[in-house]
């Protein structure tokens, strides 16, 4: 069965280093998610992504965060200086085609648990 | 805007007992998908359901059914026979316009289950 895959699934580090994520979609899904979860919270959206362009960054602290997805395959989440409200779980997700409704089912990989110290 | 809520934060129910978790939304598109999605202490979210605002009929799977509202804007989840796999922090999410193109989903703050033996 086809899964999106996340790299690493924990991560520390220590405040003001840089950190960075890695995830695979499923294979054929154009549009990828990036994902921040607070502990006791629901995710929150980051950035989205249709084949390699963003759609949408506008949760995305950009004076620290860069996420980019060079061939329109994998990407990659980079936060530069970390900071400790950083910690938190950072999940990726894949879907078909986020511009038709009913095939925005989201598929989501493990997650990367983040704690910055 | 688009808004979930989910008002039980955690709850707690013996095994074997019926358990029902809800969520209540709010959006001004005339069509849109509603989802339930999974996330056990592992942290991968799983999806479990996906419904359409034309589509009001109740669905029942295994142990799992789900209702869907519309007049009174509600998605709920019943698990009959709780085990204790189900143990896990459940999520309703509401798929939404983003204003760039696509679709984007919009999650509540989960509720967690605890099933005790």
């Known amino acids: 069965e086809a899964e999106v895959a996340q790299s690493p699934r924990y991560k520390i580090t220590e405040k003001s280093q840089a950190v960075a994520f890695w995830c695979d979609p499923i294979?054929?899904?154009?549009?990828l998610y990036w994902y921040r979860q607070i502990l006791g919270q629901g995710p929150e959206l980051l950035v989205q992504?249709?084949?390699?362009?963003?759609?949408?960054d506008s949760q995305l602290p950009k004076d620290r965060f860069s996420a980019e997805r060079l061939k329109g395959v994998d990407s990659t989440l980079k936060i530069q200086p970390a900071e400790l409200g950083d910690s938190a779980m950072y999940l990726c997700?894949?879907?078909?085609?986020?511009?038709?409704?009913?095939?925005?089912?989201?598929?989501f990989g493990p997650g990367t648990r983040l704690t910055v110290l | 805007a688009q808004k979930v809520t989910q008002a039980q934060t955690e709850i707690s129910v013996v095994e074997k007992e019926d358990v029902t978790l809800d969520c209540v939304y709010e959006?001004?598109?005339?069509?849109?998908?509603l989802f339930w999605y999974k996330q056990p202490p592992s942290g991968e979210l799983v999806f479990l359901i996906r419904?359409?605002?034309?589509?009001?009929q109740n669905e029942i799977s295994g142990r799992y059914s789900w209702n869907f509202q519309k007049s009174t804007s509600s998605f709920n989840f019943t698990i009959t026979a709780s085990q204790v796999v189900d143990s896990a922090v459940y999520f309703c999410?509401?798929?939404?316009?983003?204003?760039?193109?696509?679709?984007?989903?919009?999650f509540g703050k989960g509720t967690k289950l605890s099933v005790i033996p």
């Open positions: 997700a894949s879907s078909l085609r986020a511009w038709d409704r009913g095939l925005n089912e989201q598929f």
């Open positions: 294979s054929g899904h154009a549009t």
């Open positions: 992504f249709q084949d390699e362009s963003v759609v949408d």
């Open positions: 959006t001004r598109d005339t069509t849109y998908y």
């Open positions: 419904r359409n605002s034309f589509d009001e």
């Open positions: 999410a509401l798929n939404s316009y983003s204003g760039a193109g696509s679709y984007q989903l919009t």
